[in-house]
């Protein structure tokens, strides 16, 4: 007993845990699609990645002032001949007095001779083991300028890719947008048709009764089977439209696809969506300013190779020939340890072969082809924009258009239901009236899912569009 009551305790919890995860999966709004989308795109993740690189870069840039320091040594077992080949060498020797006096006999003095060292001409062999090694650390003090100005280049181009990376992710966001909303858009016209057969299978009832008693002909009644096997082809469309979208936004988001096909999703018109805004905050439109700035300064860096570059060293070394022969002589070591040296030393290139001032040419030449992008970048983003708003109050004024045109096409449809059942109307006029209403709702939702896309696209256009300002739509 207690055995099964421990299992249907199992299967309630299972069962409850599942019913709050199908829950959620049908609590998925567009931010939360967006966020998804945003976590899961391997484009942006690539971007960011490529950031952190030029990040390493611009450290790397700096760290060249940071002092380096080398363990090194080297062999050599060398082994030739010393050719000595020398002139006679001629020198004086000076008068010389001895010091001892004998008494009685005067000073003993030497005179001054001519003497001459020997000439040397001969070949010596020599062999023996070379030993070389030491501390060596050299600091950077000064590059002419080339280190400070390239590391602002670089600090500033990591700007451009930052701009660039809000801008994928603001187009994600529209492209996540545009899918969501067309499901929602599908949902909207299969509620519409729901509503439309449930009202043509009851007519389907009363009509049938109606043609066995006489009250309607085969023609009046085949008019509503052909309608609802409209209705039916055109569900069963709307049914494969959103399996596709359903699939687009599963590789989007990278969420589970039984999740996507639980949506319950609403369409409904942003009120108050996009506040003030302009072309120039474009990302796009900052990110070139940004290399324009990356640009000069690079151009800056080039000019520095001008000036000299300014190095301090210190060395701690070792220098031995151990185990070796110099002719008839032999030796154990001949070392020189330790040898120090501190010092600075400065390089300045006088003539470098027209490098620098090609490399001067081709940053002026980079310039002004970013200026160029940007002049004519901002010259499509204003019209662009110029577009958007212009759809975007379109689309609003026709949200309010179409809502009326639902309400009256509901009411005609509705009296037209009451004068079909009081025998005033055919049942063609009927179903022409259910049609136009049909056609206004489907239209009305359609008009809503245009004025959602147009306000997305005008933050898009204006630089505002990111999951913070989608997160505030419609509130």
């Not at 996507?260 to 796009?284: C, H, M, N, Q, T």
Request: with cysteine; charged share 25%.
């Amino acid at each position: 007993m207690k055995k099964r009551l421990f299992i249907l305790m199992v299967i309630c919890w299972a069962l409850t845990v599942q019913a709050q995860e199908h829950g959620k999966d049908e609590a998925y709004e567009l931010p939360d699609m967006i966020e998804a989308a945003l976590e899961h795109n391997k484009a942006l993740k690539n971007q960011q990645l490529e950031l952190k690189r030029m990040g390493v870069t611009q450290k790397q840039i700096y760290h060249t002032y940071i002092p380096t320091i080398e363990l090194g040594g080297r062999y050599a077992y060398s082994k030739g001949q010393l050719n000595i080949d020398t002139e006679p060498i001629p020198f004086t020797t000076p008068e010389l007095t001895l010091p001892i006096q004998i008494p009685g006999m005067p000073p003993l003095t030497m005179p001054p001779m001519e003497l001459a060292v020997p000439a040397i001409n001969q070949e010596l062999d020599y062999s023996g083991n070379l030993w070389m090694g030491g501390l060596t650390a050299k600091w950077t003090l000064f590059t002419g300028l080339k280190v400070p100005y390239l590391g602002k280049a670089v600090k500033h181009k990591m700007q451009a890719a930052e701009y660039l990376l809000e801008q994928s992710e603001a187009d994600l966001i529209a492209e996540v947008s545009g899918y969501f909303d067309r499901v929602a858009l599908i949902m909207q016209a299969e509620r519409v048709l729901s509503e439309s057969e449930r009202r043509l299978d009851r007519e389907a009832q009363v009509a049938q009764k109606a043609l066995s008693e006489g009250l309607i002909t085969q023609h009046d009644y085949q008019k509503i089977e052909i309608a609802r096997l409209d209705l039916s082809s055109r569900q069963i469309e709307l049914r494969g439209k959103k399996q596709l979208l359903h699939l687009k936004l599963h590789q989007l988001t990278g969420l589970p696809l039984d999740s996507l096909i639980g949506l319950k999703v609403e369409l409904s018109p942003f009120e108050g969506a996009v506040g003030s805004g302009s072309y120039l905050e474009r990302p796009e439109i900052k990110a070139l300013d940004e290399a324009v700035l990356a640009s000069e300064y690079k151009l800056k860096s080039e000019s520095s190779g001008y000036l000299p570059k300014v190095q301090a060293f210190a060395a701690h070394q070792y220098a031995g020939f151990t185990n070796g022969e110099v002719g008839p002589l032999a030796f154990n070591e001949m070392s020189a340890y330790p040898l120090n040296m501190v010092g600075v030393g400065f390089k300045w290139e006088l003539f470098d072969g027209l490098h620098t001032r090609h490399e001067r040419q081709k940053a002026k030449i980079s310039i002004q082809q970013t200026e160029n992008k940007r002049a004519e970048a901002a010259e499509m983003l204003m019209l662009n924009y110029n577009n958007a708003l212009n759809n975007y109050q379109v689309t609003t004024a026709q949200e309010v258009l179409r809502a009326k045109q639902k309400e009256v096409s509901w009411r005609s449809m509705d009296i037209s239901y009451r004068e079909y059942q009081n025998g005033l109307i055919k049942v063609s006029e009927f179903l022409e009236a259910q049609a136009d209403y049909e056609k206004s709702v489907l239209d009305y939702y359609q008009t809503v899912y245009m004025q959602r896309q147009s306000a997305i696209q005008l933050l898009n256009a204006s630089g505002q569009l990111n999951l913070t300002t989608v997160r505030t739509l419609g509130k």
